[in-house]
């Protein structure tokens, strides 16, 4: 190869290589995607597993990480007790909350936000948030998670716990997988 074509080649390979990469359609998807709607009907799990973790908390899966290659994970939350996690930041995901039943009370960062059925809020990853049920009865949440991350196989170890783990206990699950526990969970009369 002569001089000026390899320098040619190099050049086109160089200024190529990083466009390719931008261009939407000539990514090549490492995990594939499901190209088929998927009906998950109320009080079902899409994955048939729905997950019971202390307290009478139920998590059954509406749209798990493998429908949508991990960028998205989707759960209804169900929960029989007043109460909910300790305060954490998640370090790669945003978490979407909406109240189906019940009363809830969630802090993002310095705000503090009482939610209702039909209201919902927005938590960004790397703000510490903390939610509790606060009403009597049962509540229940659509909670999104977005990129997936590593939630669905967190909240799969929290359901093998079997009871209330301590804050020892759980500072290293949620270091497992992408938190950091940041303080006790709210207080809820």
Same mark, same amino acid.
């Given at each position: ?5 390899? &320098? ?9 290589? !990083?466009?390719?990469?931008?261009? %939407? ?9 499901? &190209? ?18 202390? #307290? ?7 749209? !798990? %990480?493998?429908?949508?290659?991990? @960028? +998205? =994970? ?13 305060? $954490?930041? $998640? $370090?790669?995901? @945003?978490?979407?909350? =909406?109240?189906?039943?019940?009363? =809830? ?6 705000? &503090?936000?009482? +939610? #209702? ?23 229940? +949440? ?6 997936? #991350? ?11 716990? #079997?009871?209330?783990?301590? !804050? ?18 709210? %207080?809820?009369?």
């Amino acid at each position: 190869m002569r001089l000026i074509e390899r &320098r040619a080649f190099l050049l086109t390979a160089l200024v190529a290589a !990083p466009l390719a990469s931008c261009a %939407p359609g000539l990514r090549i998807p490492l995990v594939q995607r499901r &190209r088929a709607g998927s009906l998950v009907r109320a009080g079902q799990d899409r994955t048939g597993r729905p997950r019971h973790v202390f #307290g009478g908390l139920r998590i059954d899966a509406k749209v !798990p %990480p493998s429908d949508t290659a991990g @960028d +998205l =994970y989707v759960i209804e939350h169900t929960d029989e007790a007043k109460g909910g996690p300790p305060r $954490h930041v $998640h $370090h790669a995901q @945003d978490e979407w909350f =909406y109240v189906l039943e019940g009363a =809830y009370r969630v802090d993002v960062g310095e705000e &503090r936000f009482d +939610l #209702g059925p039909g209201d919902s809020v927005f938590a960004p990853r790397e703000v510490p948030h903390v939610w509790a049920h606060v009403s009597e009865g049962e509540g229940r +949440l659509i909670i999104a998670f977005q990129p997936a #991350g590593q939630m669905e196989s967190f909240l799969g170890g929290l359901a093998e716990m #079997g009871s209330a783990p301590s !804050p020892e206990m759980m500072a290293p699950l949620f270091a497992s997988h992408g938190m950091t526990m940041l303080g006790p969970p709210l %207080p809820v009369v």
